[in-house]
């Protein structure tokens, strides 16, 4: 599984971005597709993450600021940021998560993709 990410850049604060992020190679047994992001000096943290069947969870400092959404034909997943705040700072990374009951859960990354949040 590969995956592509694009979409960062430097925005004002209360500005808005959208990430979004492509899979490709074998994707039978992807089940969750999602974003995480790690700041200078912290550790890599979960920003939302959705299901096959749309369900999703977010990281409680961007509930109602992201939206995550998933394309299963297209096998994407964006994420679009509104009202960033300059603590929004960091890498974004796509995660997709592999499942089988042989090997359980196997986790591909993006590249990850810079968002800088500064006036």
């Known amino acids: 599984v590969q995956l592509q990410a694009s979409g960062g850049g430097l925005v004002q604060p209360g500005g808005s971005l959208r990430l979004s992020c492509a899979a490709s190679?074998?994707?039978?047994?992807?089940?969750?597709m999602g974003w995480y992001r790690q700041a200078p000096g912290k550790q890599r943290e979960l920003v939302a993450r959705i299901n096959r069947g749309g369900s999703t969870n977010y990281e409680d400092s961007v509930k109602g600021r992201f939206t995550i959404s998933r394309d299963n034909a297209k096998s994407t997943v964006d994420l679009q940021l509104n009202s960033l705040k300059p603590e929004d700072t960091a890498i974004y990374y796509c995660n997709a998560d592999d499942w089988s009951p042989v090997r359980g859960t196997v986790a591909y990354w993006g590249q990850g993709t810079q968002v800088t949040v500064s006036s």
């Open positions: 190679g074998n994707l039978g047994r992807i089940v969750n």
